[in-house]
């Protein structure tokens, strides 16, 4: 795995993977099906690798990658040539990108990521109960050089030059409990892990029965989701945040943009964004070599990014 660092104050100019192997199970959110995965420590420069551990082994790993999208429809899924595929990928995404983990080989026994509470929290508490360490390999990052914009219907989703990791979010769900909302965020200084983390993801009454109709949503219910129906949320708890939608959208956001394989240096902007766009955003990206390129953090950065250096207890640098 390389030389591993002892001091990790020094590590959010490195590359980071966890300490040691850590589980969990829980039922998925569209398949209904129980399945447990396992995030192991990574060797430096792999990245974030998925593995079905229920198919033939040469035909098992699925790089996360934007280029291995095969499904935006209703959640982020990522296949390989041999058509294994693993769903609902993006919130365990944002949290290995809130916690700053570059490398890192996901184990997975079923078809699709437990749903667990609907949130990243669960997963950033398992990373935060393997604990990082940082490797000799610097991290390397995409630093956003021009801007880049895509659109669908009503949706857009654009990339712009920037000095840190910065996301605006708008929401457009007039008429119902989820209404317009906005939120703007520099994701430095554990911002993802104070901020979005615990946002849940939702989704409405009627979508629910129409999808439960065509066989999906199986896993789905008040515990894993909020559900809304007009101006009420069914949820007896309510919400966690008063703007909780907006901020899961941007949760998304955060795990589907983290398959690019690298941290991001720009300032992303979404409308109505949603899998598909973000998706988009990424491929319209990486098809013009002009608007971007792969850099390392500057010491400027690095001391922009945290406040006095990352202590061994603290995992969260986003």
Known sequence: MGNIKKEIKSAQAYQRTLKRAVSCSGVGLHSGEQSSITLEPGFQDSGIIFERTDVDKDKAIIPASWDMVVDTRFCTTIGNEFGVSVSTVEHLMAALAGC??????IRING???????????????LIECAGLVALDSPRKIIRILDSVEVTSGDSRAKFEPGDTYFLDVNIDFKGTAASEQGLRIGLVNGNFCKELAQARTFGFLHEVEA?????????????NAIVVNG?????????????EFVRHKMLDAV???????????????GFKCGHSINNKLLRALFADKNK???????????????????????????
């Open 111 to 125: 078809p699709e990521v437990p749903i667990m509470d609907g949130s990243s929290g669960p997963f950033v508490f």
């Open 255 to 269: 795990g589907d943009l983290y398959l690019a394989g690298a941290f991001i240096i720009g300032n992303f902007s």
């Open 292 to 318: 971007w390129r792969y850099d390392f953090l500057s010491g400027e950065e690095v001391r922009k990014s945290v406040d006095g250096g990352i202590q061994a207890e603290r995992v969260c640098t986003i």
């Open 211 to 223: 999808l439960r109709a065509a066989g999906l949503a199986k896993g789905g219910s008040l515990d």
């Open 231 to 243: 101006d009420n949320i069914l949820n007896k708890e309510g919400l966690r945040y008063e703007d």
């Open 100 to 105: 700053g983990v570059d490398n890192a080989l």
